[in-house]
């Protein structure tokens, strides 16, 4: 009899965005006549940027006539898109990445599951809490972890939580873990980091031997110039980090797919034979093996938002989404909400009134003002009595959500 991976038995009910989707469709159904507004998953809702699609088509052009066709290209990711993506998003900014260090794929969420395929299985992790359930659940599956407890924590994971009392900042661990998890601009608080908080997790990081991957899928919405888009920006973090960036938000890629993971050359780890090894090399040979590189039409796409055109139009739509998250902010402050993030991350992050529970809160938006966020508690325990609302919609169905809100609050 054929054995399953056990680790999956251990997993907390589903991943939290199905399961919304489950709660939904059941209320849709004995309500079918709601006008239900989704600011639940973070999934962008605007047509793709016109630079992106015209080298979209003209990719597809190339496709249909023999003489420009193309089979498979480069696991790694074709240079037209990795040399951009390394002068514009790194080396104009003053910070040392080079092209062959960056890998196209066909997304972060896979990204940040697969790079497990290259570390060991006894490593001890921290993550922040509340956090992206990807990070957990992909240790999870891949038997990092013992099992849940009844608030959701796994055995073996280190929980650093970050909540209004610490100003949405962890405290670095108290005993000593290999590898940390980071996201900034922050899913799903919406909250930043300053260079200076990255310094000391990089430090703490070099002393330790720790790695930390770095997810900066958020980075395009930072406004300010003084906080930091990259790790690499901070000292010392070519040795310590891998950083994941996505298309998915910036140019609304979420069903078309790409992303690009950084592992930078100087990055080593020690095997345990003593000899020291590049996971860069790991990684280029993990992905040589289990993928094929990212579709030639869509990596196209990507390298036409570098385009002076793709630049502005890309601003264009970051732009209209922090609109968004602005009106949020201010709509929820104005019924006397306390709010978080939504200033550079198109997620807003409120405290539940009256001290309610996440999910209870989701109950009553729903059912009171028809409105989908996402509860705080899915993200972690110490996401309770919090809640996500992405910015991610139409300015029609932000400005009407804004209005129902407030009157299922007040
Ligand atoms: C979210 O809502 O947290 C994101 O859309 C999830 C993702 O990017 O996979």
């Given at each position: 009899m054929f054995q399953i991976n056990e680790n999956y038995l251990k997993l907390k009910a589903g991943y939290l965005f199905p399961e919304i989707g489950r709660r939904v469709a059941a209320f849709s159904d004995a309500h079918p006549d709601a006008q239900i507004i989704k600011?639940?998953?973070?999934d962008v809702t605007e047509p793709l940027p016109a630079a992106v699609v015209a080298g979209m088509h003209a990719a597809v052009d190339e496709l249909a006539s023999r003489d420009s066709f193309h089979g498979y290209g480069p696991e790694q990711g074709y240079a037209f898109l990795r040399d951009p993506i390394a002068e514009q998003d790194y080396q104009a900014r003053g910070v040392n990445v080079s092209a062959d260090e960056i890998f196209v794929s066909d997304g972060s969420k896979c990204d940040t599951g697969n790079i497990l395929d290259i570390l060991g299985a006894n490593n001890s992790i921290a993550i922040t809490?509340?956090?992206?359930?990807v990070y957990v659940d992909t240790n999870v599956m891949a038997g990092h972890t013992g099992e849940a407890d009844d608030a959701g924590r796994y055995d073996k994971l280190v929980y650093l939580p970050v909540t209004a009392d610490n100003n949405f900042v962890a405290e670095l661990p108290t005993s000593p873990v290999d590898i940390i998890y980071l996201c900034y601009p922050n899913n799903p608080t919406g909250t930043v980091a300053t260079k200076e908080t990255l310094q000391k997790w990089v430090d703490y990081a070099r002393e330790h031997g720790s790695l930390i991957m770095f997810d900066a899928a958020y980075e395009a919405f930072v406004s300010d110039p003084s906080l930091p888009r990259s790790i690499y920006e901070v000292d010392g973090a070519r040795e310590c980090a891998i950083e994941f960036r996505s298309f998915s938000k910036n140019i609304g890629f979420t069903g078309v797919r790409c992303a690009f993971t950084v592992v930078p050359k100087d990055l080593k780890a020690t095997a345990s034979c003593g000899t020291e090894v590049s996971l860069h090399q790991l990684w280029n040979r993990r992905q040589s093996t289990k993928f094929n590189g990212a579709s030639y039409v869509v990596q196209k796409g990507a390298a036409a938002a570098y385009t002076p055109e793709g630049r502005a139009q890309m601003k264009s739509l970051i732009d209209f989404y922090m609109t968004n998250a602005k009106l949020l902010r201010e709509g929820l402050e104005a019924v006397g909400i306390t709010v978080y993030g939504g200033e550079h991350a198109p997620y807003v992050w409120l405290q539940t009134p009256d001290g309610m529970g996440s999910w209870d809160f989701f109950d009553r938006l729903l059912d009171k003002g028809h409105l989908v966020g996402t509860p705080g508690?899915?993200?972690?325990?110490?996401?309770?009595?919090y809640f996500r609302l992405s910015a991610f919609n139409s300015r029609e169905n932000v400005e009407t959500a804004i209005e129902r809100f407030k009157s299922v609050v007040s």
């Open positions: 600011l639940g998953i973070g809490d509340p956090v992206y359930p508690s899915g993200f972690g325990a110490a996401g309770e009595g």
